[in-house]
């Protein structure tokens, strides 16, 4: 397995590209199984998650395609009406986005069988409000064995509510509905910019959505064959924009990120201003200039436009070099501090109550050997090492590959010394 081993204490200083977003990517892969033809899709970022992704579709009978060189970033879905509905638990267990493809396989083929992603690392996260939207749209649901067993002849217009925000679960049902006979109101709909740019594409393939960006999405259905292959190019990823951010921050560095979306990111960049950091963007860029030492912030995540918690790793890791205490509140997913345990053995001071984490800043970190146990979590002990004294070595970096595109080559462009050992 391979590790990455950090020497801290340098301040990261220079220019770097954001790549495409993984969790535009996913969904959209999954979208192109609404309709028979050649998808194009470009800026795809080169990760695990994504080679996932490909093979699920492919087993489905699906063939997507990566290209080469220049091209690599394009990626080609060829889609036939030959396909086999199923999402197998070897796929799905190791990637819980699998499940997306539950929605799209449904409308379009009146079957799928899907297994259920189980438990993860950061909770129980079930997908049981999928599986109610599809419910609502008529889908008849059955589980067995392990297995989410879906029919509909053709799914019809429904009205649902969810309980709770849900990125997956919008976009689940949001594809259904795009080929459901009549009109879908779907309310309490996830706004993450990842489902804003899947419900567009949507549209641009022949969908008839409105109240895209709102947190109700009304959904008048179309006929299979009113849907043309999609031709698009990725959003930049706005996780992989502000973990490069807070990398700049913690060292103390002065970092420019080209192809980001700096809207996307508002809150994160109110906190980074909050600790001293100075933001400035424009349209397609941001620069950030490091304090000395972070003033402390406090922290609630919350579905988008509020705090992300896919950040919230990345924040603690730069509150805990910070000059006082500071406050982080977990309110997405129950079971999201792995990381505290692992900062604290590189000296952090952090200490959980249920879903808080209070995070006395201490003077400086020590470099340690750590164990990465989820993908932002690895991310905060990346961002740790960077200003740690010493080395240190991250373990399991199969979470980070899963997410982000050659992040040791990126922070290396910046001054990092940062080394990938394989073994
Ligand atoms: C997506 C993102 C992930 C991000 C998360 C929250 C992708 C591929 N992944 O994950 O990076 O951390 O949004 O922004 O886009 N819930 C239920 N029932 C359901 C579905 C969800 O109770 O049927 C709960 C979850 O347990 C969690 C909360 O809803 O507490 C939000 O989870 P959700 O938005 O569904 O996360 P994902 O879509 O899996």
């Known amino acids: 397995m391979d590790r990455l081993r950090i020497k801290g ?62 091209a690599r970033r394009r990626v080609l879905v060829e889609v036939s009406t030959d396909i086999n509905p ?17 929605g799209p396989l ?28 599809l419910a609502a749209l008529g889908a008849d649901i059955r589980l067995a064995h392990g297995y989410v067993e879906a029919t509909a002849r053709r799914l019809r217009g429904g009205r649902f509510t969810f309980d709770t925000v849900t990125v997956t679960g919008t976009e689940n049902v949001l594809m259904a509905a795009v080929l459901a006979r009549g009109t879908s109101v779907l309310e309490n709909c996830a706004r993450e910019p990842e489902v804003t ?30 849907l043309a292959p999609m031709k698009h190019s990725i959003g930049p990823d706005r996780i992989e924009a502000g973990t490069l951010a807070v990398a700049a921050a913690i060292t103390g560095g002065d970092v420019e990120l080209t192809e980001c979306a700096p809207h996307l990111l508002d809150s994160l960049v109110d906190k980074l201003r909050e600790t001293g950091a100075r933001v ?11 304090p000395v030492r972070p003033t402390p912030v ?41 990381h505290v345990s692992e900062l604290g ?36 002990l990346v961002l740790a090492g960077l200003r740690a004294e010493g080395s240190t070595y991250v373990q399991r970096i199969y979470h980070l590959d899963r997410g982000y595109e050659r992040l040791e080559r990126k922070l290396r462009s910046l001054g990092a010394d940062i080394r990938r050992l394989r073994r």
């Open 9 to 70: 204490g340098r301040p990261l200083v220079g220019s770097v590209k954001v790549s495409g977003a993984k969790n535009a990517a996913l969904p959209m892969l999954a979208a192109t199984l609404l309709a028979d033809g050649e998808h194009e899709l470009g800026n795809v970022p080169d990760l695990a998650d994504i080679r996932t992704m490909l093979r699920l579709l492919g087993r489905i009978g699906a063939y997507g395609e990566r290209g080469q060189g220049r």
């Open 86 to 102: 199923v999402a197998d638990y070897d796929l799905v267990k190791t990637m819980r986005a699998s499940v997306l493809v539950l």
């Open 106 to 133: 449904l409308a379009r083929h009146g079957k799928a069988r899907v297994s259920l992603p189980g438990g993860c690392a950061i909770g129980a996260r079930p997908i049981d409000l999928h599986l109610r939207g």
């Open 197 to 226: 740019e899947l419900a567009r594409t949507l549209v641009a393939m022949g969908a008839g959505i409105e109240g895209i960006g709102s947190d109700t999405l009304t959904v008048k259905g179309v006929g299979k064959d009113e």
């Open 280 to 290: 400035t963007t424009t349209n397609g860029s941001m620069k950030i200039r490091g």
């Open 298 to 338: 406090d922290i609630r995540t919350s579905p988008y436009p509020g705090f992300p918690t896919d950040m919230q790793a990345q924040l603690m890791a730069l509150c805990s070099i910070a000059d006082g205490s500071s406050v982080i509140r977990e309110k997405v997913f129950e079971n999201r501090f792995m």
């Open 345 to 380: 053995r590189m000296g952090a001071d952090v200490r959980v109550d249920g879903h808080t984490a209070h995070v006395k800043g201490v003077p400086s970190l020590s470099g340690a050997p750590v164990m990465a146990t989820d993908l932002r979590a690895s991310a905060s």
